[in-house]
């Protein structure tokens, strides 16, 4: 009855390699979200996404794109990947958009070598 | 622009110790949301409180309690009697209503609860 569901929960790949990371919520939401956190711990939202909008962080290289089969997914699409990728990433969803606390997934560590 | 600055870094306290974690924010909105998380040691995140620009209403639950004052833009988080499985990285969060992108966590405050 897991609520955010990410997989992989880790992932280790060489550099220019794509990949892709499943999220999926059974919470009924309308908006899903993935987050980047550095070795830092910074946390920092990489595209908010419901069937009607979706938002990029501007700092988001276009390597990245979401992709969502239907409302309780949204996967995550990496190309070339780059040694500066490794991070974790965490998929969250809410049931609207920027008045509503989100709920996110255990996170998925992805290791560029 | 956003932003959300939490200015401890890492804090340490003994158990049973009262802790407040400090969060101030700057907006240009009138309408906006401010959050608090918890990632324990585990790694998940764990919403913890929800509060809006319009609710400057402390909040108490169980041992954790908000101050939220508008008129110095900040949100700050207590834990009373702390306890070893409060150790973790808590972040304030802000979220506008008519603003460029949703949601900014601040940098997080490391808590270490000896025992």
């Known amino acids: 009855d897991t609520a955010v569901s990410q997989t992989p929960k880790y992932l280790v790949t060489q550099m220019g390699n794509d990949k892709s990371i499943k999220c999926e919520q059974n919470?009924?939401?309308?908006?899903m979200y993935w987050y980047k956190q550095d070795s830092k711990k910074f946390l920092k939202i990489m595209f908010s996404?419901?069937?009607?909008?979706?938002?990029i962080n501007e700092t988001v290289p276009n390597r990245f794109s979401p992709k969502s089969p239907d409302k309780a997914h949204l996967n995550l699409h990496i190309n070339s990947l780059e040694l500066g990728d490794s991070a974790v990433y965490f998929c969250?969803?809410?049931?609207?958009?920027?008045?509503?606390?989100?709920?996110f997934g255990p996170g998925t560590r992805l290791t560029v070598t | 622009a956003q932003k959300v600055t939490q200015a401890q870094t890492e804090i340490s306290v003994v158990e049973k110790e009262d802790v407040t974690l400090d969060c101030v924010y700057e907006?240009?909105?009138?309408?906006?949301?401010l959050f608090w998380y918890k990632q324990p040691p585990s790694g998940e995140l764990v919403f913890l409180i929800r509060?809006?620009?319009?609710?400057?209403q402390n909040e108490i639950s169980g041992r954790y309690s908000w101050n939220f004052q508008k008129s110095t833009s900040s949100f700050n988080f207590t834990i009373t009697a702390s306890q070893v499985v409060d150790s973790a990285v808590y972040f304030c969060?802000?979220?506008?209503?008519?603003?460029?992108?949703?949601?900014?966590f601040g940098p997080g405050t490391r808590l270490s609860v000896l025992p």
């Open positions: 919470l009924g939401h309308d908006t």
């Open positions: 907006t240009r909105d009138t309408t906006y949301y």
């Open positions: 969060a802000l979220s506008e209503e008519s603003y460029g992108q949703n949601f900014v």
């Open positions: 509060r809006n620009s319009f609710d400057e």
């Open positions: 969250a969803s809410s049931s609207g958009t920027r008045a509503y606390e989100q709920y």
């Open positions: 996404y419901n069937n009607k909008e979706l938002i």
